[in-house]
């Protein structure tokens, strides 16, 4: 697995349940230090070891931690430039959506290695959307939910989300846009201020 997911998955432990939490999953996942290096790889067990040892000590089932992780990747201060990369899709929830197909290919120019699973959207009509997540990357269509929660709130739409399960190791996602515009949505300009 990627360093950069399993040092958001320690990031997103430590800045929402503390350093103590952390220091208790490293010990149970047998981690080889006390924390990820974001540009190295590590084999895929020990991904799932961390985030057994999260599931355990917080009593959360594993959909739950990833669809936080998920929340926490969009919507934590610390996290303010995956923000502003994601907003850069539209001006509106719907242009976000259709832009998810190049999700994985954005992902590669900012980061070489970084293999996210291939996406692809397909609009049902009436606001319904169905998203399937390639397979690659167990969970991922759980940490995506939580992307995907968070991007409503930050456009201000209102939304469903539903993960229908996996066949064949690809994700299923509904997305229901109820309302557009349910609320006025954070703050974004296209470019940033300086001094």
């Known amino acids: 697995m990627h360093g950069l997911i399993n040092r958001s998955i320690e990031c ?57 992780v998920g929340t926490y990747l969009v919507s934590h201060a610390n996290n303010e430039g995956l923000r502003r990369l994601l907003r850069f899709a539209g001006v509106g929830y719907e242009d976000f959506l259709h832009s998810l197909d190049d999700l994985p290919d954005r992902a590669r120019l900012a980061v070489g290695d970084l293999m996210i699973p291939p996406l692809e959207l397909s609009q049902q009509g009436d606001g319904r959307f169905v998203l399937r997540c390639g397979p690659g990357m167990p969970g991922f269509g759980h940490a995506l939910i939580g992307v995907l929660r968070a991007m409503a709130d930050d456009y201000g739409a209102l939304v469903m989300l539903d993960h229908l399960g996996s066949r064949r190791g690809i994700e299923t996602i509904e997305i229901r846009l109820v309302e557009r515009a349910f609320t006025e949505g954070r703050e974004f300009e296209l470019g940033a201020r300086t001094g």
């Open 12 to 68: 997103f432990l430590r800045d929402t349940y503390g350093v103590g939490l952390w220091a208790d999953v490293a010990l149970r996942a047998d981690l080889p230090g006390t924390s990820f290096e974001a540009m190295l790889s590590y084999e895929d067990a020990l991904t799932w070891r961390v985030l057994e040892a999260a599931e355990a000590l917080l009593k959360k089932p594993r959909a739950v931690l990833l669809e936080d």
